[in-house]
């Protein structure tokens, strides 16, 4: 019976206080204490490529861009680009295997290239360029 009665106070409880608060504006200064009048957008999400195409090196021994999201996690006991990518598993998951140059002679992998991140980078479609580019192919 108290359960009940407790649980019937939470329910009036809830749908008592539960409307929405009244809304009131807010004036907003920015560090130079000037009124900020304009609210800019959002930033665009990435695009990545599609699945199944490779991303087009742009010289020679550059490592493979990474065409997803490439925050993926990486701790000295797991490391999430292996959960696809391993030898083992990448035939499976239909992902691209960590090539050979990361794999001891018995064929593991080599803890040197561990931090896949440090070389190997994600590439999305940006909306601006960021900085110009004047590397030639």
Request: aromatic share 6%.
């Amino acid at each position: 019976m108290k359960t009940l009665l407790s649980v019937a106070t939470l329910v009036l409880g809830l749908t008592t206080f539960g409307g929405q608060a009244e809304t009131t504006s807010v004036e907003v200064n920015s560090l130079r204490q000037a009124e900020v009048t304009t609210a800019l957008a959002a930033d665009a999400m990435p695009t990545y490529p599609t699945k199944g195409k490779a991303i087009e090196r742009t010289f020679i021994h550059q490592p493979p861009l990474i065409p997803h999201k490439d925050s993926y996690s990486i701790t000295t006991k797991k490391n999430g680009c292996l959960t696809c990518h391993s030898t083992e598993k990448a035939a499976k998951m239909k992902a691209t295997a960590v090539d050979k140059s990361h794999l001891e002679s018995d064929g593991k992998f080599n803890n040197e290239y561990y931090f896949c991140v440090q070389c190997h980078v994600a590439q999305a479609a940006n909306k601006d360029t960021i900085v110009d580019n004047t590397h030639s192919k």
